[in-house]
């Protein structure tokens, strides 16, 4: 099975997508290279990803990271594919935006020029995010891929997550132009909401915001009204678009468009041993309202969504029960 359908890598292989997107790529017959952070005070246990079925003959985990741009050239060697999934995560802004736009953006570059120089990669996939399509100021708006999220508006209201979104906008913009201007073939994929199980023993941040109002905790990020998609098919069309013979620019991943009235909805038909809130009080929260993603042009390109919204929330609440968070 070595190299049956030849090596990929995936950078940022510990985090909920990533790791979803390695759990499919072996399924497929890939041989995959994988990168995580080191952390010299303690060793961070892979277990979950050496676990999964053909990781003993097809999957390497390196170390590599991205303020250190360098220590991805080892990972991408050899691979006719990349998926750059890593990215910094800071909600709590615990660092100046500046720098973690700087660290994001000269790790996705860092990671380009490797790919130029090992003279094997084909095609990159970036891993973008709804957060650089969005904050837009008009919130009632199905966006399409001719959307980019307002960096100054960001910068100067702050809302929640605002740091973020700068650095994956201006990541994503500098992947797309070093694609454009160096002649490597470059395209990002913009994922919404991602819900569902997970194989990663932290509970994934979007999961644990959709499931909130089940998971007693006062989510700053709880949501009135958010476009959703499920993990396996955020995998799924990662790997869609590498094997596309001819794909362009940015791809919007949503499938479906979710207020919290209808999530909780579901949620109490199938369990009506949770105690869930009425629909009058979460009327008066206060959650943020996120603009609807239309998925056309990748649904044009021949992809097809496997999962709804029911499916989405009963797989998230069937794994946080599983590994002990319900």
């Known amino acids: 099975m070595e190299d049956s359908k030849g090596r990929v890598c995936v950078t940022g292989g510990t985090g909920f997508i990533g790791s979803w997107i390695i759990k499919r790529l072996l399924e497929d017959g890939y041989s995959v290279s994988t990168t995580v952070r080191s952390y010299p005070e303690h060793k961070k246990d892979v277990s979950f990803l050496t676990n999964l079925p053909g990781a003993s003959q097809r999957l ?29 995560v800071d909600f709590e802004e615990k660092e100046p935006e500046e720098i973690v736009t700087k660290r994001s953006i000269d790790g996705a570059l860092g990671i380009l020029k490797a790919c130029l120089t090992s003279k094997t990669v084909k ?27 307002d960096v100054n508006l960001l910068r100067t209201s702050k809302i929640f997550g605002w740091s973020y979104a700068v650095s994956k906008t201006l990541t994503e913009k500098a992947v797309l132009e070093f ?22 023993p932290k509970l994934p941040g979007s999961v644990g915001s959709t499931l909130y ?33 001819n794909p362009k620019g940015r791809y919007n991943c949503s499938k479906c468009f979710a207020t919290i009235e209808k999530v909780t909805e579901i949620v109490s038909a199938k369990y009506p041993e949770f105690k869930i809130p009425t629909p009058d009080s979460l009327k008066q929260s206060t959650g943020l309202k996120f603009p609807d993603l ?13 999962y709804g919204l029911e499916e989405m929330l009963l797989d998230a609440i069937e794994c946080c029960k599983e590994k002990g968070y319900l």
């Open 60 to 88: 390497r985990i390196l170390n590599a990271d991205l303020s250190e741009p360098e220590s991805f050239k080892e990972a991408i060697e050899g691979c006719n594919g990349v998926f750059h999934v890593a990215t910094p």
């Open 123 to 149: 095609r990159v996939v970036y891993t973008s995010s709804a957060a650089a399509v969005s904050a837009t100021g008009k919130e009632d708006e199905v966006m399409d891929e001719s959307s980019w999220s």
């Open 179 to 200: 694609g454009e201007q160096n002649g490597l073939d470059v395209v990002t994929l913009i994922p919404t909401f991602v819900v569902g199980p997970f194989i990663c």
């Open 213 to 245: 109002f089940l998971l007693g905790k006062n989510d700053p990020h709880s949501y009135q009204q958010t476009p959703m998609v499920h993990v396996d098919d955020v995998a799924r069309t990662h790997i869609f678009l590498l094997e596309h013979p």
């Open 294 to 306: 239309s998925s056309k042009k990748l649904i044009d390109a021949g992809f097809e969504y496997k």
